[in-house]
């Protein structure tokens, strides 16, 4: 049913492109098609559920061998857009609708949800399994803030039209790079507030993000401890020892 949907979506358009059409090319009635699946939006759920969990294999090779943030957060991104690259042109067929806060199919949606956490997850692991150092209190805050990168990658993903999607691989390093910086940066402690800002500032005002970080409160438990004046090496990635 899914592979149906995304090659009618392809040729007619999603707007166009109807249950019982998708039935009839599928070989199922359309009584079938609407037991496993409400509507094209449900397929659309489904679609996003395979791709993140075909994305979650594609990155163990990067997430089980590398250690340093920079190259491990690159390995991610470019991961989803090997992953992807299949469904970029079916992209743009349905971007317009996912693009409204209130539809279903927006990554933001409540519908969406199973896909975002496994994202968020995948994120979560990148930086837990990196040697860079974060203060305790940004240790929810940096891994929402990257897949908020990657969603404005996939935006940008959706609108290039390069040979092999050249210039959105090149989008992912730099911003990659600079993603480890503010990583880095992070560790002093005069700059933790901007980050919690900037933090903030998503969470409040994109659609689903105050759900999400409200369903995880209670697995922050209490106030982290606070870290002692010790200062930090140049790098930001550990105390000065003396």
Same mark, same amino acid.
């Given at each position: ?5 995304? +090659?009618?979506? #392809? ?96 990554? *933001? ?6 896909? +975002? ?6 994120? #979560? ?13 940004? @240790?929810? @805050? ?46 002093? #402690? ?11 500032? *998503? ?22 401890? +606070? ?16």
């Amino acid at each position: 049913m899914i592979e149906t949907a995304l +090659r009618l979506f #392809r040729e007619r358009g999603y707007d166009k492109t109807t249950m019982r059409a998708i039935a009839q090319e599928a070989g199922v009635s359309v009584g079938n098609a609407y037991y496993y699946f409400g509507g094209k939006e449900h397929l659309i759920q489904g679609f996003y559920d395979r791709i993140v969990a075909e994305h979650a294999v594609a990155v163990r090779p990067v997430l089980d061998e590398e250690r340093d943030f920079e190259k491990r957060f690159l390995g991610v991104l470019a991961a989803w857009l090997d992953v992807a690259a299949p469904y970029h042109e079916f992209a743009s067929q349905f971007f317009k609708n996912a693009a409204d806060p209130e539809s279903p199919l927006s990554p *933001f949606s409540p519908e969406s949800e199973s896909a +975002r956490r496994v994202s968020l997850d995948i994120h #979560r692991e990148v930086l837990a399994g990196s040697k860079a150092k974060v203060s305790p209190e940004l @240790a929810d @805050a940096v891994p929402e803030l990257m897949w908020l990168a990657q969603m404005g990658l996939v935006l940008y993903w959706v609108f290039d039209r390069s040979g092999g999607s050249e210039k959105t691989y090149r989008l992912a390093a730099r911003g990659a790079r600079l993603t480890a910086h503010g990583v880095r940066l992070s560790r002093f #402690r005069l700059l933790r507030p901007l980050v919690n800002e900037v933090h903030d500032l *998503f969470r409040d005002f994109l659609p689903g993000m105050a759900e999400t970080v409200a369903r995880r409160a209670p697995s922050r438990g209490a106030t982290p401890p +606070r870290e002692d004046a010790t200062s930090l090496d140049s790098t930001g990635e550990g105390p000065v020892s003396g």
